[in-house]
């Protein structure tokens, strides 16, 4: 493996030439400043596991494994001893696991199977890649060799497409305004009853345009318009996903030669402000939301949990609880829990164990996500799943994939949704949801007001 520096260029730019090349993917770092530096450039990979229909394929043949059986083996065969020098990812697996994966490692948990003809899991193993420091404006290439990195950095753009998004049009929801007010009810009844005391629910927003959506253009908008830390554009298997998410999910650093697992969730949003006195109000709000920081606090305490089954004894640390972070469209709080992982396990153990992310569910994760297949009663697709890498010498980096959009044909399907808890009110929280979608319809032109 060689690592050369090379000259600096926008990572889209250099992206371009690639947007509709198979299992093309770019991990996307708008948010340097809150310490989110390296963006991710794989193309061209060696081999791919899906899933698709039930059934797992590996380099394209059908395989008796699950998903995540598939993944750890892959990695376990391509691993490379750990090293902190060089760009956090040079070689190794990439992709996505959708939110109905969950129901493989929690089969009482099953979703009805996904409408849309994409797959609920697709990760691909790249020998070469190209990183960008964002922060500080700087590009590395690894390859195998250099007859590889001269290839794959000649193949590179220079230039940033236009991001012309055709125009699109809000096609409707599979929940109207009262059917998702009324699914918050029916989840407030079921807390009430004892059954669990938190579950995140979601709707779908549709939209369509004339022509095929030009899916890479609707993710250079995005970026141009609404930066996030985790953003991500993947071209996987006949459909692209285009993500804006502010949530880490989890990643795994070798620190001092121990690697340290840390996950970031998220609970609590308010919008952002349009005078910076309404901002202030609006994330003062939110810090002194006794309903927003029980939701944070439950939902670290669920991760606590879940890293436990993976972490050395007594190494679990709670880094932050319940701390304010601000994005392009809206205020969150986040809390930050680390340990240090047993000897032997890998990033793809820890995916397994902390899959799906607690954020998105609630807890407790079983009962909640029992409670979401009942209530939505439709598959989420990607959305609420988990985006990211997996590098050949063990680090790995994952988002929750929130604010996070698949794009099929002429069709964009949207899903937002939030956290309902005992307190929850129906009408706030089908705007919070509204919220959320706020990036994608600034991008598109679309007024709020259509969706009612």
């Keep these: 493996m060689i690592v050369r520096e090379m000259e600096w260029r926008d990572p889209l730019a250099a992206f371009a030439p690639f947007a509709r090349a198979p299992q093309a993917v770019l991990l996307h770092a708008g948010e340097a400043a809150l310490g989110h530096r390296w963006s991710i450039l794989a193309v061209r990979p060696s081999m ?29 065969s391509r691993r490379r001893a750990p090293t902190d020098a060089g760009p956090p990812f040079l ?3 990439v992709g996505f696991a959708g939110y109905e994966c969950g129901a493989l490692l929690e089969p ?56 012309d998004v055709s125009p699109l049009h809000f096609e409707g929801s599979n929940f109207s305004a009262e059917r998702y007010r009324e699914a918050v009810r029916e989840v407030i009844r079921r807390i009430a009853d004892g059954a669990l005391y938190q579950a995140n629910i979601s709707h ?9 959506t030009d899916a890479f253009a ?39 030669g121990a690697s340290v697992i840390r996950a970031e969730p998220i609970k609590g949003t308010r919008p952002r402000g349009a005078t910076p006195e309404e901002d202030e109000a609006l994330a003062r709000a939110l810090l002194t939301s006794a309903k927003d920081r029980a939701e944070n606090v439950m939902i670290a305490d669920l991760t606590r949990n879940d890293l436990s089954r993976i972490c050395a004894d007594g190494s679990i640390r709670e880094e932050k609880i ?3 972070q601000s994005h392009a469209t809206v205020h969150h709080l986040v809390s ?4 240090v992982l047993r000897d032997g396990v890998t990033a793809a153990d820890a995916l397994v164990a902390l899959f799906p992310c607690g954020s998105i569910t ?29 590098d050949d010498r063990g680090g790995a980096d994952f988002s929750v994939a929130i604010r996070t959009a698949l794009v099929a044909g002429r069709r964009v399907i949207l899903p937002v949704g939030g956290g309902v808890t005992l307190r929850s009110d129906p009408e706030a929280e089908y705007q919070e949801t509204l919220d959320k979608a706020a990036w994608f319809l600034r991008l598109a032109g679309i007024d709020r007001a259509s969706l009612a």
Aim: proline letters at 8%; one cysteine or more; glycine letters at 10%.
């Design 218 to 256: 609707i993710f250079a908008r995005a970026v141009e318009q609404s930066s996030a830390p985790f953003g991500a554009y993947l071209n996987a298997a006949g459909a692209q996903i285009v993500s804006l998410s502010p949530e880490r999910f989890f990643m795994v650093a070798n620190e001092c």
């Design 108 to 163: 009482a948990a099953a979703a009805p199977p996904s409408p849309e003809a994409s797959p609920d899991f697709v990760f691909a193993a790249y020998d070469a890649a190209v990183s960008f420091d964002c922060k500080a404006r700087r590009a590395f290439v690894s390859a195998p060799d250099d007859g590889a990195a001269d290839e794959l950095q000649a193949a590179l753009g220079g230039q940033r497409p236009p991001p």
């Design 336 to 339: 930050t829990i680390s340990g």
């Design 204 to 212: 779908r927003l549709v939209f369509m345009s004339g022509d095929e």
């Design 48 to 76: 791919t596991i899906e899933r698709r229909n039930g059934a797992t394929f590996v380099g394209g043949a059908v395989t008796p494994l699950s998903p995540f059986e598939a993944l750890a083996r892959a990695h376990r």
């Design 322 to 324: 319940a701390a304010l």
């Design 91 to 93: 070689s190794g697996l």
């Design 362 to 390: 609630g807890a407790p994760k079983v009962e909640a996500m029992r409670t979401i297949a009942a209530v939505e009663g439709a598959a989420r697709g990607p959305y609420c799943g988990a985006i990211g890498y997996i």
